[in-house]
């Protein structure tokens, strides 16, 4: 079994573990009935449409 021959130095390991919290964005897709950004494979929140059939009504806020 291969063993290191010297320690790995604080810099090498921070350097090496600041990769696991370096946050991605989530994509966002344009809906093609209102145009407005949606999370995809996800009901638009907008105007309720996925795959081109309205799944939720959606009321407008007031």
Do not use: D, E, F, W
């Not at 919290?21 to 105007?47: D, E, F, N, T």
């Amino acid at each position: 079994m291969a063993v290191p021959k010297r320690k790995p130095s604080h810099s090498r390991q921070r350097m090496r573990r600041a990769q696991n919290s370096v946050l991605k964005l989530p994509q966002l897709g344009i809906c093609p009935q209102c145009a407005a950004p949606y999370l995809p494979h996800r009901v638009c929140p907008s105007c309720g449409y996925y795959k081109g059939r309205q799944v939720v009504t959606v009321s407008p806020l007031g």
